[in-house]
Nanobody, 119 residues
Framework: QVQLVESGGGLVQPGGSLRLSCAAS????????MGWYRQAPGKQRELVAR???????NYADSVKGRFTISGDNAKKMVYLQMNSLKTEDTAVYYC?????????????WGQGTQVTVSS
């Protein structure tokens, strides 16, 4: 079983910063990808930033230049530094990990952490 625990969400004013953390634990022997998604009210869950194979990183266009993803493979941790936050960044942020599962892969999700950007 794999567990993901997020922390670091909260209320911040526009232009402010937050740092999210995610700790993965359980039967993880290899990681295909790990990162962050978000879901705003009435909208679909969308990619924010993630590490993919080869150490490459994908960022959503809307967060490029403002958000930075980092990680510690040994500790199975991933972080999201969010700067210059905008009201449209308000959402529940979910940590995701993708691991090998037989001949395919399997995704696991954290419980989510609320980020609210408001004056």
């Amino acid at each position: 079983q794999v567990q993901l625990v997020e922390s670091g969400g909260g209320l911040v004013q526009p232009g402010g910063s937050l740092r999210l953390s995610c700790a993965a634990s359980g039967s993880i022997f290899s990681i295909n990808g790990m990162g962050w998604y978000r879901q705003a009210p009435g909208k679909q869950r969308e990619l924010v930033a993630r590490f993919i194979s080869g150490g490459n990183i994908n960022y959503a266009d809307s967060v490029k230049g403002r958000f930075t993803i980092s990680g510690d493979n040994a500790k199975k941790m991933v972080y999201l530094q969010m700067n210059s936050l905008k009201t449209e960044d308000t959402a529940v942020y979910y940590c995701n990990i993708r691991i090998p599962y037989g001949w395919s892969t399997r995704d696991y999700w954290g419980q989510g952490t609320q980020v609210t950007v408001s004056s």
